[in-house]
């Protein structure tokens, strides 16, 4: 298998973020990116570094004004008097009936739906870096390759066409898909097992019918997101039928996970997708910080062997997983999994 890997991701290394009212340490951190690297089998992948594309693959997902906005906000935040090192958003509209603002301040607000998605000095390079991963693997895969794993970082699948949210800034797993589109794939299956349900993903393709979206995640009702990610989202207009949520219990064990996991394998059977990508979420490990639910790395290796089964191009894009003891053998149980029933 061939693995994409940059370590340009390294200077992105968030400050803080606010949970529960309290700022506390990043979670999202370039260590995360080591540990992954570092649980690969050099003997059996081969690791290569992305080609460059400048914005035009990320300009097929996101919105030319978001993308200034990225590139940009940290230098002009530095010039505001008592200015923080991150950039983060105190001032939030309702879109719905509002005006795009001039004021930095407002369109921090604009472009960044939570607190977990401050901006630094090196947040748009490492962000930009990732998606030039995502869009090398993508293009393996339409060489030829039946498999592929784009080690991205920051993840991405919390990612609006023009909002940031839940560590994420640009869609990873979007822009791949996409990208495969064009490259003349008809039908693309996204299957996202991050243990946050991927609500920019869902919301960039709700309306298509040519990519399906399956999600298996903590139930929203009590878990990030908590707006999005419910069962009865189930796509509109021409997307309706294609989006498919899977909620499990917080808590859920590796019986109940894995079980989640064929049913959203045979969804994406059902679909007789071309390609397959895999937003692949190790954040459902029973030691993961942020406890959604207790799978263990035989679960993880089970999940592997399930969609190895579907015998399809896959491309894997890295997305949640955080420190933990876990994160490496997790991984390796999955691609374990994969290659051994694939």
Same mark, same amino acid.
């Given at each position: 298998?061939?693995?994409v890997?940059?370590?340009?991701h390294?200077?992105?290394?968030p400050e803080?973020?606010?949970?529960r009212?309290?700022f506390?340490?990043?979670?999202?951190?370039?260590?995360?990116?080591?540990?992954? =690297?570092g649980?690969?089998?050099?003997?059996?992948?081969?690791i290569?570094a992305?080609?460059?594309?400048?914005n035009g693959?990320r300009?097929?997902?996101?919105?030319?004004?978001?993308l200034?906005?990225?590139?940009?906000?940290?230098?002009?935040?530095?010039?505001?008097?008592?200015?923080?090192?991150?950039?983060?958003?105190n001032?939030?509209?309702?879109r719905?009936?509002?005006?795009?603002?001039?004021?930095?301040?407002?369109?921090?607000?604009?472009?960044l739906?939570?607190?977990?998605?401050?901006?630094?000095p090196?947040?748009?390079?490492?962000?930009?870096?990732?998606?030039?991963?995502?869009?090398t693997?993508?293009?393996?895969?339409?060489?030829?390759?039946?498999?592929a794993?784009?080690?991205?970082?920051?993840p991405?699948?919390?990612?609006?066409?023009? =909002?940031?949210?839940?560590h994420?800034?640009?869609?990873?797993?979007?822009?791949?898909?996409?990208r495969?589109?064009?490259?003349?794939?008809?039908?693309?299956?996204?299957l996202?097992?991050?243990?946050?349900h991927?609500?920019?993903?869902?919301?960039?393709?709700?309306?298509r019918?040519?990519?399906?979206t399956?999600?298996?995640?903590?139930d929203?009702?009590?878990?990030y997101?908590?707006f999005?990610?419910?069962?009865?989202?189930r796509?509109?207009?021409?997307?309706?039928?294609?989006?498919?949520?899977?909620?499990v219990? =917080?808590?859920?064990?590796d019986?109940?996970?894995?079980?989640?996991?064929?049913?959203?394998?045979?969804?994406?059977?059902?679909?007789a997708?071309?390609?397959?990508?895999?937003?692949?979420g190790?954040?459902?490990?029973?030691?993961?910080p942020?406890?959604?639910?207790?799978?263990?790395?035989?679960?993880?290796?089970?999940?592997?062997?399930?969609i190895?089964?579907?015998?399809?191009?896959?491309?894997?894009?890295?997305?949640?997983?955080?420190?933990?003891d876990?994160?490496?053998?997790?991984l390796?149980?999955?691609?374990?999994?994969?290659?051994?029933?694939?």
């Amino acid at each position: 298998m061939k693995v994409v890997y940059s370590d340009g991701h390294r200077g992105h290394d968030p400050e803080r973020f606010l949970l529960r009212g309290m700022f506390v340490p990043g979670e999202e951190k370039p260590e995360r990116a080591d540990r992954l =690297l570092g649980a690969l089998d050099r003997k059996r992948h081969q690791i290569i570094a992305p080609e460059r594309f400048g914005n035009g693959p990320r300009l097929a997902v996101h919105s030319l004004d978001y993308l200034t906005f990225l590139e940009y906000a940290s230098r002009e935040w530095q010039k505001l008097p008592g200015a923080s090192r991150e950039v983060v958003g105190n001032v939030h509209p309702v879109r719905g009936t509002g005006t795009y603002p001039a004021s930095l301040v407002g369109r921090a607000g604009w472009h960044l739906q939570d607190m977990a998605c401050g901006i630094g000095p090196g947040t748009w390079a490492a962000a930009a870096d990732a998606t030039d991963v995502a869009v090398t693997a993508a293009d393996l895969l339409a060489g030829g390759e039946r498999v592929a794993y784009a080690l991205c970082r920051p993840p991405g699948h919390h990612a609006y066409r023009d =909002l940031a949210g839940g560590h994420c800034f640009l869609n990873n797993t979007a822009i791949a898909a996409e990208r495969l589109s064009a490259q003349g794939e008809r039908r693309i299956a996204i299957l996202d097992i991050d243990i946050h349900h991927g609500n920019g993903t869902q919301e960039i393709f709700y309306r298509r019918n040519d990519v399906l979206t399956v999600s298996v995640h903590a139930d929203p009702h009590r878990f990030y997101p908590f707006f999005w990610g419910h069962a009865h989202e189930r796509g509109e207009g021409d997307g309706e039928g294609f989006n498919i949520n899977l909620p499990v219990p =917080l808590g859920a064990d590796d019986a109940t996970w894995t079980a989640a996991v064929s049913a959203a394998a045979t969804s994406v059977e059902g679909f007789a997708a071309d390609v397959l990508v895999v937003a692949l979420g190790l954040d459902a490990s029973f030691d993961d910080p942020f406890g959604g639910a207790k799978v263990t790395a035989a679960g993880f290796r089970r999940a592997g062997e399930t969609i190895g089964r579907l015998r399809m191009p896959t491309l894997l894009v890295q997305e949640g997983g955080y420190l933990s003891d876990t994160l490496g053998p997790n991984l390796a149980a999955f691609i374990d999994g994969l290659e051994e029933s694939g």
